[in-house]
């Protein structure tokens, strides 16, 4: 079946301009994750939905970043007035419903990479 | 907090060589912990896992025992081959918050 998907592939934008980044979800996947992979920091956590409870935003590193997750399934993560440092490359994944004493595992999807001139 | 922490690479073997990643993790409970790989230009992949003490995560050649008593997750391979050629990932999931806590990953490079 479709694994997880992500677009655009590449962005280029200039510094304080807002970006759209989508995800979309294997189908039936309740959990949707980002994270950022960067040269600097590495993988982060950046924010998590799991059905319709309210999200962990606990990874965000400014309010400049956002995340929704319309309709349980496709997610946008958007970045206004963006800056160089947020140059990366931004990794969706989604798992099903966690599984009593185990923990479910997340699929990821190829990535969009962002960079900000 | 939680966090993990994996050798720096690169890490360059000969084909046939003899593997070991080493990854140590620090954590309150008992984690979850993975091995993801990256292959050259695609995704990131879930290449084992283990879910408690003394579990042994395996898949295509790999292997990483779950050591509480050290806090480890090392990854190993008997014989390495050119396309094992990647990035290697340790991370950590706590049964609460679900996310996954990275290493900095392991760039192993594979010559024939």
């Known amino acids: 079946g479709a694994g997880v998907s992500q677009s655009p592939s590449n962005k280029v934008t200039e510094k304080g301009k807002d970006v759209e980044l989508r995800c979309d979800p294997i189908s039936g996947h309740t959990a949707l994750y980002w994270y950022r992979q960067s040269l600097g920091q590495g993988l982060e956590f950046l924010i998590y939905f799991q059905g319709n409870s309210a999200p962990d935003k606990s990874g965000l590193p400014s309010d400049r970043f956002s995340a929704e997750r319309t309709g349980g399934s496709v997610s946008t993560l958007t970045i206004q007035r963006t800056q160089q440092e947020d140059s990366a490359v931004y990794l969706c994944a989604s798992s099903s419903r966690k599984t009593s004493g185990s923990v479910a595992e997340q699929y990821f999807g190829p990535g969009t990479r962002l960079t900000v001139t | 907090g939680n966090s993990v922490t994996q050798m720096e690479g690169p890490v360059t073997l000969s084909e046939e060589a003899f593997l070991t990643i080493n990854c140590t993790y620090t954590a309150t409970g008992y984690p979850s912990l993975f091995w993801y790989v990256q292959y050259p230009g695609e995704g990131l992949q879930l290449l084992l896992k283990?879910?408690?003490?003394?579990d042994k995560g395996s898949n295509k050649g790999f292997e990483a025992t779950y050591r509480k008593e050290t806090t480890s997750f090392h990854l190993e391979k008997g014989s390495v081959q050119v396309s094992d050629s990647a990035v290697y990932f340790c991370?950590?999931?706590?049964?609460?918050?679900?996310?996954?806590?990275f290493g900095s990953g392991t760039r192993l490079l594979v010559r024939p």
């Open positions: 283990a879910t408690k003490a003394d």
């Open positions: 991370a950590l999931s706590d049964h609460s918050s679900y996310k996954l806590i």
